[in-house]
């Protein structure tokens, strides 16, 4: 079945940098659009950046351009979210999703925690 396995979340002060990884298995990885989202205390969620299976990034948020990079590595079937310069704001549960098969359905990750505070 399709699985979705997020690590890297944690503890981080501001200014810091974490790196986000999504090992997914049971989908053709190599295929599909991948996304990272998040979703903070009291916030909807949000959308982070979006990459084609080309490895085309298609969408970043305004909110972290120049901050994060997305990119994935179809060979080991994982995705990645790198994130630099982090602000407070930036703490929430991000997710990783595959949009997966036709019609399309988004399949999620269980979320990683990242918080970022001094």
């Known amino acids: 079945q399709v699985q979705l396995v997020e690590s890297g979340g944690g503890l981080v002060q501001p200014g810091g940098s974490l790196s986000l990884s999504c090992v997914t298995s049971?989908?053709?990885?190599?295929?599909?659009?991948m996304s990272w989202y998040r979703q903070g205390p009291g916030k909807e969620r949000e959308l982070v950046a979006r990459?084609?299976?080309?490895?085309?990034?298609?969408s970043v948020a305004d909110s972290v351009k120049g901050r994060f990079t997305i990119f994935r590595e179809n060979g080991k079937n994982m995705v990645t979210l790198q994130m630099n310069r982090l602000k407070v704001e930036d703490t929430a549960v991000y997710s990783c999703?595959?949009?997966?098969?036709?019609?399309?359905?988004?399949?999620w990750g269980q979320g990683t925690q990242v918080t970022v505070s001094s």
């Open positions: 990459i084609a299976a080309n490895g085309v990034v298609l």
């Open positions: 049971g989908f053709a990885f190599g295929s599909v659009i």
């Open positions: 999703s595959a949009l997966v098969g036709w019609p399309p359905k988004d399949y």
